[in-house]
């Protein structure tokens, strides 16, 4: 099983100390986030976890127990979002500089294979236009190289929960030509850096500029780590991920991106909401007239399990 640890939060940054729970407790509750009186009990042992895909903005909380995960057994790799906006776009995020020096010692302690970099989304707009990011992403290829091989990149989508701020022209559709000016730009600026650029749910076609179009947990990536996998139903237009399964909660990120599909668009709720780090699910409790599923676990043994 290929777990998440997750796209519809960043756990990493904000729940580091209940995912670690988790992981000690060998599972984890997750509630449907459509059927909401369903609630999936996910096996989170060593033996059932494949590999454990941490994807966030802040790696920070979550590395200081990655010693105790290596003992534990559980295999896990990270996706790292370094992107280069400021607060008017990610106001939560930290000072992208103490994410790199992070993205830097992880990469030290687990390799380079294990660490992803994700540029995304491509926001264009007057403020960020294509010369800004030519300039912004060299300089961030110029801090990563040599600690990941991976870039994962992909465009700005304008849920209908950004109306608003497509509106405000703080967001907008990327067109063709820009989306060719950025494969270009990016493309020359990995040549000679053993840096692979794969573009996530692709509109466009990069292959000239050597861009592959892949998904972000995606097959090729999971067989180069021994990680067996198998393709599911897209989670969105155009996703080539593989089968996995997502234990975050929606709207429990206090990055407060403005491009955020995850996040309801008031912040207040968000800060009314009191975590557990010891509770089953990662917000809220079990209630009366809630179903629990259990998840098929693993039920051939792994080759070194012997």
């Keep these: 099983m290929i777990v998440c640890a997750s796209r519809r939060t960043d756990i990493p940054a904000f729940h580091a100390e209940w995912m670690i729970n988790r992981l000690r407790a060998g599972y984890a509750l997750v509630r449907n986030p459509v059927q909401r009186d369903v609630i999936y009990k996910v096996n989170l042992s060593p ?3 494949d590999m454990l895909v941490f994807m966030t903005k802040d790696p920070r909380p979550i590395a200081e127990y990655l010693d105790e995960m290596t003992e534990m057994g559980i295999r896990y790799c990270f996706q790292v979002t370094v992107t280069p906006y400021g ?14 020096d992070s993205f830097k010692e992880i990469s030290d302690k687990i390799g380079k294979d294990r660490i992803i970099w994700r540029y995304d989304p491509v926001i264009i707009n007057d403020r960020y236009d294509i010369k800004y990011h030519s300039r912004k992403f060299n300089m961030l290829c110029d801090e990563l190289q040599g600690y990941t091989d991976r870039c994962t990149f992909g465009f700005v989508d304008l849920y209908k929960k950004l109306e608003r701020i497509s509106e405000e022209e ?17 493309s020359e600026a990995v040549k000679g850096r053993d840096m692979q650029l794969n573009y996530c749910c692709a509109d ?3 292959s000239e500029y050597g861009i592959s179009y892949k998904g972000c947990i995606d097959k090729d990536y999971m067989t180069s780590l021994n990680v067996p996998s ?6 969105r237009d155009r996703c080539k991920c593989v089968k996995n399964i997502d234990i975050g909660s929606y709207d429990t990120c206090d990055h407060n991106c403005m491009y ?17 780090p010891e509770g089953e699910l990662l917000f809220g409790t079990v209630k009366d007239g809630d179903r629990i599923v259990e998840l ?3 039920q051939v043994t792994r080759i070194v399990d012997y």
């Design 47 to 49: 033996r059932n976890i």
């Design 204 to 206: 466009a076609d990069l």
């Design 230 to 235: 198998e393709l599911s139903s897209p989670l």
């Design 87 to 100: 607060k008017d776009v990610e106001p939560g995020v930290p000072f992208k500089a103490d994410i790199v």
């Design 296 to 298: 098929s676990s693993r």
């Design 260 to 276: 955020c599909y995850a996040n309801a668009p008031s912040e207040e709720n968000r800060k009314r909401k009191v975590y557990d």
């Design 170 to 186: 703080k967001l907008r559709k990327t067109n063709p030509s820009e989306i060719c000016q950025v494969g270009k730009m990016m």
